[in-house]
């Protein structure tokens, strides 16, 4: 016995150096990487994934599944969720036929690109076919590895966040709907508005080079573990918890994006650098789900980096940074500036409080086709209609409406609800730390080392051992609860726009 | 046949896959990686390292070797090169007892750390004993794979320049040695020096970054295949022809290193850049040695940089990025300022003329230590009397003398004359290349596109599919001569000199 699990761990291991060096090469794509070698790039990717998907499923794997497999309940803690990770992995790499993977692989190429044209020329019929289709072979491919008759759509919530069904999102989404509506609506009516137009003010991207590394140190990130670059999109990426670089984007006339895409990227990082000294060196050491990773970013930009006592803080520290246009400014401006809500278009620049909603329409359209009440070529209507309902506006144009996510046309169904998880588990977690310390005093002092240590304890060094749910249970007894997220909404919003 | 030729190609098509992804992984750990994540990437380099070293002397290459050996005359040019070079390999890699190489291994992670401590310390004796053994066990290494009773040294200059034997080294170092030496004691005892104070006036990084990136195109660099860095060591690294990166270091008061760094790894890049068609998607897409390697670095850094020509082009271009100091230097004094030539202790710092003094010393030595001419503990006052005879100076210290280099403590023995060989071929290319175009013509214009064509033509294209030995039989029926480089030295050097 003890050799197989040697043979299991040995496995796993050299899975996990070949993941790292992928991870490598991805950063170096996604950084450095000349763009003539995109061809030769795309050949080696191919090749190292095809090897890890064979070590994850060839007959060696299999055989050391089977002979763990009696033992399952007698495994330690670490083995254990080894096994049910891997498991869980190769049964739904194996459950599909080979044929059914390579043509749904091959439609999603041709979707992404015809998704790519379709939101160019605004021609949501063009993508509707690709639509169709990806939608029709993901419910095949599904329906092969649902060996339990589960709703379709439930395993695909359950394959980006382990646990997670209808009935959690559907209750989730209803809480959060109640309270974000009316009070957006309430905002809107208001007709309150602050001047924010300082924080256009032209800020050299040097000045915020140096400034990002100010922040990322400031928050916890450590550098003699990391690396921050700039990107076109921002990202965290992590292979061991030595090595977790971050990017950011520069805009020279709004630094208050690479401000928070660093808080937002640091809650990652800060999460990958975390992992215990008992799983760092396993394949474990990585985050539990996507939700609660999404958790610490957002805990990072949000909980923290747009809380009042925050602006407070940070204030002095950023005038030795920022130009001469900004030395009037006082906290309270800032912050407000960072607070700004307001219904909008898009997605990835909705502010915190509408951030949801659009994440709510995407949920509820997801669901819809998965149990067949919408068809595609219905989307567009059913997209503005909601957006009307939840945020009051409709969009001009399918491309600035139902066409303006990558998602779909990858066959990511069930992705989105996890960017709402995060945000609400990150609530979560700040009204678990206020029992036990004053947050808002520590946050107004710079003094961050104790928030963190509460997280590094709970959850980040915990890695993947745990499911969402155990890591839940283990920390306060009690499960995803939207009513924190809620309140944490009312309670900030209504303060900066002074409602009642 | 056919099935057996498929089946080796795919196995070195693997081979190669890793390697590139190694490149790349090399290159992150020179240029971006954390510190702290240098344990993990050890670790990681480990593995694949032993991957490659399985895959290429595994029972599935055994078998696939064998198969082909009986048809070895019948392949064609590039299975034949594809075979040759992974048989040496093979053969390298089989024939050495796998203990002894685990136990050299260990001696020379010792011998390294003891080399670094003997260099700080001036402390020759303390290395001494580490350096005995490192010789010691090489020659036994080297004795398992003897298999045609060569003198051992001579297996050696073969691992390093293959076809390279001591018969020809001495006798093209003897040409180097009644050239080099009385026209360096011509240069000294003229007593001419040129006041070459203005190439140290102060030049912002930013500035040499964007000059650096001119010239490199300028020469024929293709940055959409490429990328420029910094990093302390300067170096090459590609992994395909469409991904060749190059670094160089920037020093704010000598604009000169960043620049002929430049200069000297765009000739490396554009080799790795120009493998033909045939072989650019094999095994074979490499240079065909270190020393023809070299040459084409020299090539761009000495014989186009160094020249007057050059100079005489470049001067109007480099002043739209200098700073004012520059604005009334001409053509004539860049030429002079960067052809000064004296003796001097250390060889990465010496000039064109004295470099190959500095190989020829550490030639001689390793040729006796490897007969048995002399001892170890004798090193330091053979190596004071040769930079004595040589150069005219002598060493104050070990640490300035004997010690300065890594490559013994790594066990590199027959490394260095290559550097020497990459100098003179270059100035036999530049003959060849003058006997078919006006090079000094074309080099004023800034054209140097006839000239890269020539040396695209005639080397890069064909990357290892020939041996060194056939490459240049096939280019001009001449094998190395050493004649040629003493030409272009007393040439070059006593016009700089203005000497008879």
Request: hydrophobic letters at 35%; charged letters at 25%.
């Amino acid at each position: 016995m003890e050799q197989i699990v040697k043979d299991f761990q040995e496995l796993l291991d050299e899975i996990r150096m070949y993941r790292q060096m992928m991870s490598i090469a991805s950063f170096d794509a996604n950084t450095v990487a000349p763009k003539a070698s995109i061809a030769q790039r795309a050949k080696r990717n191919g090749f190292f994934s095809k090897k890890v998907f064979e070590m994850g499923t060839g007959e060696r794997m299999k055989g050391l599944l089977e002979a763990l497999a009696p033992h399952k309940d007698k495994l330690d803690d670490i083995v254990a969720a080894q096994y049910r990770l891997a498991k869980k992995s190769y049964d739904q790499n194996t459950l599909m036929p080979a044929e059914l993977v390579k043509e749904y692989n091959e439609l999603i190429a041709k979707g992404n690109q015809a998704w790519e044209k379709a939101r160019e020329d605004n021609d949501f019929e063009y993508f509707a076919p690709f639509l169709e289709q990806i939608v029709a072979k993901t419910k095949e491919m599904v329906g092969h590895r649902n060996t339990e008759n589960k709703p379709i759509y439930d395993m695909l919530l359950d394959d980006y966040e382990e646990g997670m069904t209808m009935e959690i999102y559907d209750e989730f989404f209803a809480k959060l709907r109640a309270t974000i509506v009316p009070l957006l609506k309430q905002i809107v009516d208001s007709g309150k508005q602050f001047d924010n137009s300082f924080m256009h003010s032209h800020v050299p991207t040097e000045i915020q080079k140096s400034q990002a590394e100010f922040i990322a140190k400031k928050i916890g990130y450590d550098l003699d573990r990391g690396y921050i670059t700039h990107t076109t999109h921002p990202f965290c990426s992590g292979s061991h918890r030595t090595d977790v670089r971050i990017t950011t984007r520069y805009d020279e006339n709004d630094f208050a994006s690479s401000f928070y895409s660093i808080l937002h990227e640091c809650g990652h990082a800060i999460y990958e650098q975390s992992m215990g000294d008992d799983i760092a060196d396993t394949n474990l050491s990585r985050g539990v789900s996507m939700g609660i990773h999404e958790s610490q970013s957002r805990f990072y930009e949000n909980c923290i980096g747009r809380s009042r006592e925050f602006w407070q803080y940070i204030t002095e520290e950023l005038k030795g940074y920022l130009p001469q246009d900004f030395a009037n400014i006082t906290p309270e401006q800032f912050y407000m500036a960072a607070n700004v809500a307001k219904p909008s278009l898009i997605r990835v620049e909705a502010d915190e409080l509408t951030y949801s909603l659009h994440i709510m329409i995407r949920y509820e359209i997801e669901r819809m086709l998965f149990n067949s009440e919408v068809e595609v070529k219905d989307l567009p209507a059913l997209w503005n209609k909601k957006y009307e309902e939840y945020l009051g506006i409709t969009p001009p144009t399918d491309a600035l409406g139902v066409l303006q996510d990558i998602h779909w046309s990858w066959g990511y169904f069930g992705y989105f609800p996890t960017y709402a998880l995060g945000s609400a588990y990150a609530a979560q977690f700040l009204a678990y730390i206020r029992e036990e310390m004053d947050v808002d005093a520590l946050i107004a002092k710079g003094d961050f080392a104790a928030i963190t240590k509460w997280l590094n304890e709970k959850i980040h060094t915990h890695g993947s051992k745990f499911t969402p749910e155990q890591l839940m249970e283990k920390m306060n007894g009690e499960q995803l609860n939207a009513d924190y997220y809620c309140d944490y909404l009312q309670n900030k919003f209504k303060s900066v726009y002074g409602l009642s």
